[in-house]
């Protein structure tokens, strides 16, 4: 069953130890909550502050937040502007009232209002009510490209002395 009594506001510089808080609780459902470490100052800094790095919404519901996302642009070269959503997540208690719903409406029409050519996010592979979430939406999963990424600690090992850019 849908409830409306939600409202979907841009988070505010105030709003960090919230998002910090649903960060946390997305990483120990992703059973990785000890690779946080972001920090709330981290979060001002680099969504409040110029430039902005993200953006993110904070879904209320009786003066209580209960879900949020966070995304941002990136470029692609083959297609052009797109709007990434890194995170979304919705407290277990306030899940099936058409929240997650609500919230990629929000974003898919912030894409087009902006010009973009796609918004994409990324989904782990055995998060099947995400999945079939994302499948019902008509969104293309693509199951051929490989996700990569280095660390901090990974960049300086390969870099090692090396200290130019």
Not at 68 to 86: N, P, Q
Not at 101 to 127: H, I, P, T
Not at 131 to 152: G, H, P, Q, T
């Amino acid at each position: 069953m849908m409830d409306s009594s939600f409202e979907i506001k841009a988070a505010r510089r105030e709003d960090c130890e919230i998002l910090l808080k649903f960060i946390n609780d997305l990483a120990v459902f992703e059973k990785a909550a000890q690779e946080v470490s972001v920090t709330a100052e981290e979060l001002q800094r680099d969504g409040f502050s110029d430039p902005r790095r993200f953006e993110a919404l904070i879904v209320w519901q009786d003066k209580v937040p209960v879900a949020m996302a966070l995304y941002y642009h990136r470029y692609s070269t083959w297609k052009g502007l797109s709007l990434y959503l890194e995170d979304l997540y919705v407290d277990p208690e306030y899940r099936e009232q058409g929240i997650a719903s609500a919230l990629m409406k929000y974003l898919c029409k912030a894409a087009l209002a902006r010009g973009c050519a796609r918004f994409e996010w990324q989904v782990l592979d055995w998060n099947d009510g995400a999945i079939k979430f994302y499948k019902n939406m008509n969104a293309s999963l693509d199951e051929e490209w490989i996700n990569c990424r280095m660390v901090n600690e990974t960049m300086h090992a390969w870099l090692g002395d090396c200290k130019e850019i």
